[in-house]
């Protein structure tokens, strides 16, 4: 199964159509079926028809439009996918050829595809001459295109020192253009870096508009789902090739970890693949530095999983992180996203109710919320608002004691390890999916090369809060293994990697576990790992039990701050612990 990704503005039904063509006159493709995802007024695509022929198991030819991403589901399951190119002069010239028998120069056709495919082959009528069609694409004017809709990086929310950056960042590419700075003083690099759902892609379109430039969006996943390792390079080595002919180009490459970092690869095949992926990556980046134009912005999730080579001076030598929005983004992005018409104390309802949530829940709040106004003929209200919500849970009584214990357990325990540096800790007093119901929030050095101390010191961490519900209230409940991404899991998954990918338990064998569901599954399928993994999270949970016992007193001074007042500052927490000791 192959999935044709199509170029940028290009027509879906024109190429539809050619693909059909293509099949129907080919012998060697006739057992092929082609399919096409729909997409409704509203630009949504409806996956169903794509899935029916991936579920019959048909060998399937998928042409996917340009404007949307290849889900996962239907990229697990291709062969491969591939970049179509867009139109070149050279396509012109065999297309006039072999469809009306004409010819055309490579002059000639570079100079009609200055202009957009669909006004080019408008103009190209059978029998018309080169130089005619030339003459009526010159002489008639395109109608001015409709005002941008997509944000613009000064309006955009949330977004911290990423849009200082960026904004600078424009400034000197606009002062580059104009000659009047050189190439060497602009930032060719940047590690954009966050949680899911904070907008690392919005982020990079954005930029792109506002620095008046081309945009290469790509992924580390979208590279490996090309095929065998030298299909990988190949389309690697087409995306940079892309940014250089769209110069001034920001090239986006996103879910960078999964390249990985040389100095935590184990050896064998996976060693070999892996290294020459990395290799060729900072090859191509310092590629980078004989094409002026050009800036590369990596983007992922977990940033202390970079190849520091990646980092150095002259690459991705500048990190910026996005965080989760504060109260006053969240207060700014319920307006921009719940309509203008909500009265000021109506916005700072919405933005105490919205604690954790990213950039991307308020855009799927928000067109939620003007769907309803609609619906009732009639501008957003706040009522709107809390009716699109998730049902709010109040955090009190005993309840709101346990949360503040296990959260300020987390605080103390990665603080006395130096997992991170403290900032916050808070215990929200009614939270709606998908907020926890607290939080200690530690920043992390985005260089840091983690070994297996580190890594022990992560899981003692992620225990301490279980171990203080025990240690401290005399029981244990349900939050730390409720689900996927609860302390529990996160600490198994943790402590498998360092047993059965990165060489730090019993043995070296390597599995290549790069999901979640990789990892839940070689736990359940091999009771040998199963019993390491719980013989390490038994060993750290001791450790983390015996600083709560040590610390019992900080740590119910810091949850007594919170039951009362939902948040305190790591600075605060610290001065507790100092006074602690005295």
């Not at 002059?107 to 202009?115: I, P, R, W």
């Not at 202390?304 to 109260?327: K, Q, S």
């Not at 022990?456 to 025990?470: Q, Y």
């Not at 600083?547 to 919170?562: G, P, S, T, Y």
Request: net charge negative.
């Amino acid at each position: 199964m192959a999935v044709l990704k199509l170029p940028k503005d290009a027509n879906l039904k024109e190429y539809e159509i050619a693909a059909g063509l293509l099949i129907r006159e080919t012998p060697a493709l006739a057992d092929l079926m082609l399919a096409v995802p729909k997409i409704d007024r509203r630009r949504v695509l409806d996956l169903e028809p794509i899935l029916a022929e991936l579920r019959s198991g048909a060998d399937v030819a998928i042409v996917w439009p340009a404007d949307h991403d290849v889900p996962t589901s239907v990229a697990l399951a291709a062969d491969r996918i591939v970049d179509v190119d867009p139109v070149r002069p050279f396509h012109l010239v065999a297309a006039a050829k072999a469809v009306h028998g004409q010819s055309i120069g490579m002059e000639d056709a570079e100079k009609m595809l200055q202009h957009s495919p669909e006004r080019v082959f408008a103009a190209f009528r059978p029998g018309r001459a080169p130089a005619e069609v030339v003459r009526r694409l010159e002489e008639t004017t395109e109608p001015p295109a409709p005002e941008d809709a997509r944000p613009r990086l000064d309006d955009m929310i949330g977004y911290g020192d990423a849009k200082a950056w960026a904004l600078s960042l424009a400034e000197d590419l606009h002062a580059w253009k104009g000659g009047r700075l050189p190439w060497s003083e602009v930032d060719r690099g940047l590690l954009l870096s966050g949680p899911p759902g904070t907008g690392k892609t919005r982020f990079a379109g954005a930029l792109a508009r506002c620095c008046d430039a081309g945009l290469v969006a790509t992924s580390v996943g979208r590279w490996q789902s090309a095929g065998h390792l030298g299909d990988v390079l190949a389309a690697m080595r087409r995306s940079f090739a892309d940014a250089v002919a769209a110069r001034p180009c920001i090239l986006f490459v996103d879910e960078i970890e999964a390249i990985g970092d040389r100095a935590r690869f184990v050896g064998g095949e996976h060693e070999i693949y892996w290294t020459q992926v990395v290799t060729l990556l900072l090859d191509l980046v310092d590629g980078v530095e004989r094409h002026e134009g050009i800036v590369v912005v990596g983007a992922t999730n977990h940033p202390d999983r970079i190849d520091p080579a990646l980092r150095r001076a002259g690459r991705l030598d500048r990190h910026v992180a996005i965080g989760l929005p504060d109260l006053d983004d969240r207060r700014e992005l319920s307006r921009l996203y719940c309509g203008g018409t909500l009265a000021e104390h109506d916005l700072d309802r919405v933005a105490s109710a919205t604690t954790g949530f990213t950039g991307a829940d308020f855009e799927k709040t928000g067109r939620e919320v003007r769907r309803l106004a609609r619906k009732r003929g009639r501008e957003v209200t706040v009522e709107d608002v809390f009716e699109i919500l998730p049902p709010a849970r109040r955090i009190v009584g005993g309840e709101r004691r346990m949360v503040a214990i296990h959260e300020a357990a987390h605080a103390v325990v990665g603080h006395r390890l130096g997992v991170g540096h403290l900032q916050t800790v808070a215990v929200p007093w009614e939270v709606r999916e998908p907020q926890a119901l607290g939080y200690a929030f530690f920043e992390m050095d985005g260089h840091q090369l983690w070994e297996r101390q580190g890594l022990l010191d992560r899981i003692a961490m992620t225990l301490a809060g279980r171990a203080a519900e025990e240690e401290i209230i005399g029981t244990a409940f349900d939050g730390a293994g409720a689900a996927e991404g609860a302390d529990l899991h996160v600490a198994s998954d943790v402590a498998t990697m360092m047993e059965v990918r990165l060489g730090m338990g019993k043995g070296l064998a390597f599995y290549n576990l790069q999901t979640v569901e990789q990892r839940d599954r070689v736990r359940q399928n091999n009771p040998e790992v199963a019993m390491r993994v719980e013989r390490l999270l038994r060993q750290e949970m001791e450790r983390s039990r015996a600083i709560v016992r040590d610390f019992r007193n900080a740590i119910e001074k810091i949850a007594d701050v919170l039951v009362k007042q939902a948040v305190i500052e790591g600075e605060d927490v610290r001065r507790i612990l100092r006074e602690s000791r005295r």
